[in-house]
């Protein structure tokens, strides 16, 4: 198969015939094939605390003017949104309150309620946000038993205020 005739299905279905692993837990279709042959729904699919596939929309910032690179060239925000307007992460954890996502060997780590990006070496709080097809996903997946926030502590002081107003 020559370079301009190439066709990932093909090479999909070639590289199964010829007994190469593959990686899909979710029985998504295959999206990355590794250096060796590998299959794989998401390029961290062998993660060890892999999930599933999470996306993640750039909303920026307002007003921010330009931003400035490593190599001194300046972008405006409405440049980033267009370029960058899109990523899908693999979900490596969850407890219902954040989410932990990979993306290119980084990490990040998301509020579950709204889906604002709450840190990482990557994503700066309110510039991304995780879809809302992902967190309906996350949320069906890793329920949040308290979604109120309240714990036994706070119900038991709720409880002992309302006996002393009694």
Not at 67 to 72: A, L, R
Not at 76 to 92: F, G, K, N, P, R
Not at 131 to 138: F, H, Q, Y
């Amino acid at each position: 198969m020559t370079d301009e005739n190439w066709d990932w299905d093909e090479k999909v279905k070639e590289l199964i015939e010829e007994g190469y692993s593959k990686i899909c837990p979710n029985d998504l279709p295959v999206r990355c094939i590794m250096y060796d042959g590998t299959m794989m729904e998401h390029d961290a699919a062998r993660h060890p605390d892999y999930k599933f596939p999470v996306g993640a929309d750039y909303i920026g910032k307002e007003d921010i003017g330009l931003m400035t690179d490593s190599e001194g060239k300046s972008y405006s925000d409405t440049h980033l949104a267009e370029v960058l307007s899109y990523e899908e992460h693999a979900l490596i954890y969850c407890d219902g309150y954040i989410a932990v996502t990979i993306y290119e060997c980084c990490y990040a780590m998301w509020n579950v309620a709204d889906g604002s990006v709450q840190g990482g070496s990557l994503w700066d709080k309110g510039d991304w946000k995780l879809t809302d097809e992902s967190l309906e996903k996350i949320r069906e997946r890793f329920p949040c038993k308290h979604r109120n926030f309240h714990t036994k502590a706070t119900d038991d002081a709720d409880a002992a205020l309302t006996s002393c107003e009694e």
